[in-house]
Nanobody
Framework: QVQLVESGGGSVQAGGSLRLSCAASGYTYRPDCLGWFRQAPGKEREGVATIHTPSNTTYYSDSVEGRFTISRDNAKNTLSLEMNSLKPDDTAMYYC?????????????????WGQGTQVTVSS
């Protein structure tokens, strides 16, 4: 049973930083794609960043490009999201996702495995 457990959310002022982590377990073969999605109140869930684990290629949404960095630690089976220069618009529940397949798009319908989420709140 694949399990994704997020941690590291919290409250921060605009301009601040947070680091999210996701502990992944329950699989025999490492997911080809790991990533982060988010959902703000009243809005649709959107892709934030993904990483193709065989090639270490990363993908970012336009709204976070240059501010967020996705990375993974194979030895610890963890995924991280370093978030800098945070804005109030970044306030959302952040979810860790996993997928086995050749592509890692920022499309929620691709990802079958989701964590429970961790809340990020950015105040102005």
């Amino acid at each position: 049973q694949v399990q994704l457990v997020e941690s590291g959310g919290g409250s921060v002022q605009a301009g601040g930083s947070l680091r999210l982590s996701c502990a992944a377990s329950g699989y025999t073969y490492r997911p080809d794609c790991l990533g982060w999605f988010r959902q703000a109140p009243g809005k649709e869930r959107e892709g934030v960043a993904t990483i193709h684990t065989p090639s270490n290629t990363t993908y970012y949404s336009d709204s976070v490009e240059g501010r967020f960095t996705i990375s993974r630690d194979n030895a610890k089976n963890t995924l991280s999201l370093e978030m800098n220069s945070l804005k109030p618009d970044d306030t959302a529940m952040y979810y860790c996702v996993a997928h086995w397949g050749p592509y890692c798009p920022l499309r929620r319908d691709i990802y079958a495995y989701w964590g429970q989420g961790t809340q990020v709140t950015v105040s102005s």
